[in-house]
Each structure stands twice: as C-alpha cells, then as structure tokens.
C-alpha cells in the first residue's frame, strides 16, 4: 500500500504541476467568435465493443484561428485560476485530486496557426510536445444527400485519413469552415462526423456565441519539444512500453522487484487494451 501511495502521489504531483503550466504559460492569438460542444463517442479498444467511452470536446472557432480541447482541461484550467486568484497553495490542492474533472486527451488543436497549418500540443508523461501539419489534410467527396442533424439543415461528405474513412454532415448555416479535432475544409460547420465502423464519433451539442472578451491562448510552454507528427508518435509508442520506467524517472519507486515486475504487467495489460487510435498509421 505505501508503495501504491508513493507512486499515486508522484502522478497527482506531476499532474497538479502540468496543470499549473497550462494556466500561467499562454499568449492570446485570438478573439472567439464562436464556441461549439461536441460529444466525443471512442471505442480504445478494437475487439470489445461493449467498452465505448465519451467525453465533451470544446472548440472555439475566431477570426483567424480556432483551437480544440477538451472540455474537462478547460474546466481545470478554470479552477487552477480560481485557486490561485485566492491564493491557495499547490500542495494543498493537490491533496485533493477529485475536485478536477478527468480527461482522457491532453492534445490541443490550433487551426490555422501557423497560417496554413496546425499546430497540435501534446504530452507524453512531463514531456510536452508540439507539431505543425498542413491544414488541407483532407480530400472531401460532397454528395447530395441530405439530413437533419442537431437541429441544422445538413449535407453528407466522406473522407478517409490516416487508415479510417469517415463521413461527415456539415451545415452551410453555421458558415465556418471547422469542424472538431484536425477535420476542416468543408463548405460550413462540420456537425458529425464518424468513421465507419463508427469507432471515433464526433456529435456537436451546441453552439454557441461565447461571452464577450473570450480569447483563444496559444500554449508557450518552456522546454517545449518541437517534433514531427512521426517523431511525437515514436515517444508516445516508446513510452508505453516502458511506463513504469518513466515513473520512477519522475520519482516513483516499488519495495522490491517483485512488485516493479506486477506494476509492468498491469500496464502492459492496460496498453494492450488501448490499441485502437484514432490515427492508425
């Protein structure tokens, strides 16, 4: 048990620390314009059906650029805010973990910044990331068909991108050229889009005008790791295969080898289970 406690409060602290930096290191790009929910459905694991998850995914559409995240991160953004403004300490909040909502994706997307291209933010463990792809990423065939979807006047079109072929309903009443996660470039708001074994659905739930003075913040975190698409998935891959060496580089340590060697298992069992991305090449 104490040697689940050390482990457990390394990845609160570590947490709490990751958490910190999003608030403090940032720089406004932006105004919002626009700001859309979208219920996120995932599947993780390819062979089990039955275990299909979902969170809310939140993106702010501006003048120049719009920037996808997810909603949880943007509610503990929030309350890392409030404790500060207080003047609450760190380490008292991170006692208690509960208080943040959990998020399963730590990436954010900005479309069209730098001009032309997206930049997509990521983490593997301490280590934060950054890339740069082309913003025409997609080769759209737009049909005739037609649908009414969350309330708006719809119009099908398919893709396919990185191993999955999507389709996708967009509307010409919300005229922006968005749509969630790095999907853009139909004429109007993608409102669903969904890969065809419909392991990866995206749904929007609302949008909405956001209040007046919402900015779209650039992360500038120190020590940032400029990479590759090709070069963030390599350490993301090499880490989950060794996670409990990447724990005990942040400071976490077991008892004896015979429960270093239990620890590895379980996470070894845990990453078999999620072999489904949503990029499968």
């Given amino acids: 048990m104490k040697k689940l406690l050390t482990t457990l409060s390394i990845l609160l602290t570590f947490s709490m620390a990751y958490c910190q930096s999003e608030v403090e290191n940032h720089e406004a790009i932006d105004m919002a314009k626009l700001r859309c929910t979208y219920q996120f459905s ?3 694991d390819s062979t089990n059906s039955k275990r299909l998850r979902h969170e ?4 702010l ?4 650029c719009s920037k996808y995240k997810s909603y949880n991160s943007i509610i503990t953004d929030s309350l890392i805010r ?8 760190p380490q008292i909040v991170v006692s208690d973990m509960s208080i943040f909502p959990k998020t399963k994706f730590n990436h954010q997307i900005f479309k069209n910044d730098p001009k032309g291209s997206m930049s997509v933010f990521d983490r593997v463990f301490k280590d934060k990331f950054v890339y740069n792809e082309p913003l ?5 065939e737009v049909s005739s068909d037609t649908a ?9 079109a398919t893709t396919s991108y990185r191993g999955r072929n999507y389709e996708a309903w967009f509307t010409t009443e919300i005229p922006f050229s968005e749509g969630p996660y790095k999907f853009n470039g139909l004429p109007g708001l993608i409102v669903k889009i969904a890969d065809t074994k419909k392991h990866y659905v995206f749904e929007l739930i609302s949008a909405t005008k956001p209040p007046v003075g919402t900015l779209i913040y650039l992360p500038t975190y120190p020590k940032t790791i400029c990479s590759s698409r090709e070069g963030f998935r390599k350490a ?5 295969q060794d996670v ?3 724990l005990e580089d942040m400071g976490g340590h077991f008892e004896n080898p015979e429960d270093r060697k239990r620890a590895k298992e379980r996470a070894m069992a845990k990453a078999r289970r999620t072999n489904n991305p949503i990029e499968l090449m």
């Fill in 136 to 140: 025409d990423l997609f080769k759209w």
């Fill in 42 to 44: 995932y599947q993780m």
């Fill in 61 to 64: 559409i501006g003048e120049k």
């Fill in 56 to 59: 809310k995914m939140v993106l």
């Fill in 148 to 156: 009414k979807i969350s309330g708006y006047n719809c119009q099908k």
């Fill in 82 to 89: 409030d404790f500060d403004k207080r003047g609450i300490p």
């Fill in 236 to 240: 993301k891959n090499d880490a989950k």
């Fill in 244 to 246: 409990i060496r990447r």
